[in-house]
T-cell receptor, first 111, second 114 residues
Framework: QQQVKQSPQSLIVQKGGISIINCAYE??????FPWYQQFPGKGPALLIA?????SEKKEGRFTISFNKSAKQFSLHIMDSQPGDSATYFC??????????FGQGTELSVKP | NAGVTQTPKFQVLKTGQSMTLQCAQD?????MSWYRQDPGMGLRLIHY???????DQGEVPNGYNVSRSTTEDFPLRLLSAAPSQTSVYFC?????????????FGDGTRLSIL
């Protein structure tokens, strides 16, 4: 049972373009939605996070859009750079502080 | 400040062998957890602990044991390794509770079971 579904599985974007990754969740009890960035050979690192009472959060070039009624949230990377090439995971926090992760999106930004 | 330290970084086992993956954190975090990462499946929670002496199962606990005797350490034991346990294992810690604080991940243990 996949409680958090992430798409696309892979994404290729030109430098300067917008990268968009989408996630959908099922459990309305989730109370915290982080996005993690992972480079090869490293552990995931928190990129940006949002709570369900907020519809949008922006930090630099990274924006989370949250649609509570549709149970969907997305990550937008503006002005994508080759250094943004990484695997991105959305997640949702449930009971006991447990994080449920999406399947991951491998982003490649071409120069 | 080392954060979350995992050892070993790489390990090859034969089917049926047992081993312990080590995880230590120096941030005095209450919450610690173990995940496995497999292609196309994201990170799946194996076991977690909300404090010393308290552990609970995650999504995929079968074949793994944990204990939490101290705040700092949270080892993961493979009882009898199987090829299906070939994966990258990540340990994470956070202050715990609904603080909104992020989970800090180690750099992983890459485990191959032959």
């Amino acid at each position: 049972q996949q409680q958090v579904k992430q798409s696309p599985q892979s994404l290729i974007v030109q430098k300067g373009g917008i990268s968009i990754i989408n996630c959908a969740y099922e459990n309305t009890a989730f109370d915290y939605f982080p996005w993690y960035q992972q480079f090869p050979g490293k552990g995931p690192a928190l990129l940006i996070a949002i709570r369900p009472d907020v519809s949008e959060k922006k930090e630099g070039r990274f924006t989370i859009s949250f649609n509570k009624s549709a149970k969907q949230f997305s990550l937008h990377i503006m002005d994508s750079q080759p250094g943004d090439s990484a695997t991105y995971f959305c997640a949702a926090r449930g009971g006991g502080g447990k994080l449920i992760f999406g399947q991951g999106t491998e982003l490649s930004v071409k120069p | 400040n080392a954060g979350v330290t995992q050892t070993p970084k790489f390990q090859v086992l034969k089917t049926g062998q047992s081993m312990t993956l080590q995880c230590a954190q120096d941030m005095n975090h209450e919450y610690m957890s173990w995940y496995r990462q497999d292609p196309g499946m994201g990170l799946r929670l194996i076991h977690y602990s909300v404090g010393a002496g308290i552990t609970d199962q995650g999504e995929v606990p079968n074949g793994y044991n944990v204990s939490r005797s101290t705040t700092e350490d949270f080892p993961l034991r493979l009882l009898s390794a199987a090829p299906s346990q070939t994966s990258v294992y990540f340990c994470a810690s956070s202050p715990g509770g609904r603080t909104g604080k992020p989970q800090h991940f180690g750099d992983g243990t890459r485990l191959s079971i032959l």
